[in-house]
């Protein structure tokens, strides 16, 4: 069959999908409002370059829960605290299970995977085996020592270029040290040189990962087409996925070669521990599985953690006495130049509320991962029908004026005053989720961005390149499955 036979058959079929799907739908007046389709690609043409954006626009117009048809796909958008809370808390067990998107079905990763896994018993049992190993509060505390140092080389790196006037890329210093951080948690070694300014290959392979998955992909709206892979996303993720596999293929394989010489071995890392699960417990975890935990952990541990200190210190330079606000507080509590240390934090209420107005405004995850329903459910006298994908765009709910006065005003004062955690209680902000499908790595990510943001205003003062002044400063959005700044942002340390 050629090509031409192919993309006319293809539009054959989804006129003919498009025309018995409104057929069933007529008549169907409970499910939630949302702007009128077009033939055959439906709403699709509203999303535009930044999803995030253009969906809470429309929420304005039709409201907290929106419907909209993506080709063949129902999709629901919420965006509002209280219509989140029904969906992540209230009805959390009907909108538990993922949206896949076809990207993940590169190196079936989806099928191994914590975060896209169904919640299932062997869903249970990888959250069970990664919370034990590496984010019980138990684990983080004994990791802490490791932390510390890391946030020290990165402190020191910036040293060397203070004292030589130069500018560094803040996103790739702080990728490299959360890099750092989770390979030795992982690895009991170091992936990146925490003393060079040199691109890492890692960071592109990781973004590309989150850029494909989360790109608009037509096979997801049309799965007729899922055989084609029309935009290439498919194939660009395993590639993506292959050099990371590798890697860890490596890492794991060095290992088991160093106990079959030697007969044990004295590391006591995360990756020990889930070799000695498979060895004693096959049938819980095996290579695949601790491969797909370790992409999910690099993608969630260094993308996110560094998209958030890039984007606070982007708006601490636009407002420079927020930064002195800051650095008074840290040597009132700390001692100026002092390092900070994780216990610390919890007397430092500024440096907290700077770190949540960071997430308010800039959510690591702007639509949080795709849900999925299973059957019809009905929400808020809606019907919300099944196999739709549902979004929850955390992004808009915290920019939604009926709560936040000055939504798009960064503000950090604001939470002096606010009594909101980010642990998936206050659904006004939930960055990271909320219910059984919270982000599991928030425990994490809670004690490393205020260390390092903090080490950084207590060790140095800041200023941008010569030329740039605070207010031209460029906030353009990068989207993917997380909002990373399109331009790196570069910044002179000098001392305090």
Request: aromatic share 8%.
């Amino acid at each position: 069959m050629d090509q031409s036979t192919l993309v006319f058959g293809s539009i054959f079929a989804l006129s003919f999908l498009y025309i018995i799907a409104n057929i069933c739908n007529k008549g169907n007046n409970k499910v939630p409002p949302g702007p009128s389709p077009w033939p055959i690609i439906g709403n699709l043409h509203l999303l535009g370059a930044k999803p995030h954006a253009s969906l809470a626009n429309l929420a304005k117009i039709y409201g907290p829960i929106m419907s909209l048809k993506l080709g063949q796909i129902t999709t629901i958008v919420i965006s509002s605290s209280s219509m989140a809370k029904q969906v992540l808390k209230i009805q959390d067990q009907a909108f538990s299970t993922r949206f896949i998107p076809n990207a993940l079905q590169a190196h079936n990763h989806y099928k191994f995977s914590v975060a896209w896994l169904p919640v299932c018993p062997q869903w249970r049992t990888l959250r069970r085996i990664l919370n034990t190993n590496l984010l019980s509060s138990n684990r983080l505390d004994a990791n802490q020592h490791l932390r510390s140092q890391k946030v020290k080389q990165l402190i020191a790196y910036c040293d060397i270029c203070s004292l030589q006037g130069e500018a560094l890329d803040i996103g790739q210093v702080a990728f490299k040290t959360n890099l750092n951080l989770l390979s030795n948690t992982l690895f009991s070694k170091d992936l990146a040189d925490p003393f060079s300014d040199s691109k890492v290959e890692l960071k592109e392979v990781i973004w590309g990962v989150m850029a494909e998955v989360g790109k608009p992909n037509l096979v997801d709206f049309f799965p007729i087409l899922k055989k084609i892979d029309l935009q290439g996303i498919r194939r660009r993720t395993i590639i993506h996925f292959s050099k990371l596999f590798k890697l860890f293929d490596g890492l794991i394989n060095e290992r088991l070669e160093e106990k079959r010489r030697s007969g044990f071995t004295e590391k006591s890392d995360v990756l020990e521990m889930f070799l000695n699960i498979t060895e004693k417990n096959p049938e819980d975890i095996d290579h695949n599985h601790i491969k797909s935990m370790f992409l999910d952990l690099f993608g969630a541990g260094t993308d996110t953690t560094t998209s958030t200190l890039e984007w606070a210190m982007t708006e601490l330079l636009k407002q420079p006495e927020i930064i002195k606000k800051a650095q008074v507080e840290l040597a009132e509590t700390i001692g100026k130049g002092k390092p900070i240390e994780e216990t610390d934090v919890s007397r430092l209420p500024y440096l907290q509320c700077i770190i949540k107005e960071t997430l308010r405004l800039h959510p690591p995850i702007p639509l949080l991962l795709p849900r999925k329903v299973e059957q019809d459910v009905e929400l808020c006298d809606y019907i919300i029908p099944k196999g739709s994908q549902v979004l929850v765009n955390v992004w808009a709910i915290g920019r939604d004026s009926t709560f936040w006065k000055d939504p798009v005003v960064f503000k950090p004062e604001r939470f002096l005053s606010l009594d909101l955690d980010m642990q998936g209680q206050d659904f006004e902000l939930i960055p990271f989720g909320a219910g059984r499908r919270i982000c599991p790595g928030l425990p994490l990510a809670l004690r490393m961005i205020p260390v390092m943001l903090g080490s950084l205003l207590n060790s140095f003062n800041w200023k941008l390149e010569a030329g740039i002044e605070p207010q031209a400063l460029d906030m353009e959005e990068k989207f993917g499955i997380t909002l990373a700044k399109a331009r790196p942002l570069r910044a002179i340390p000098s001392p305090l």
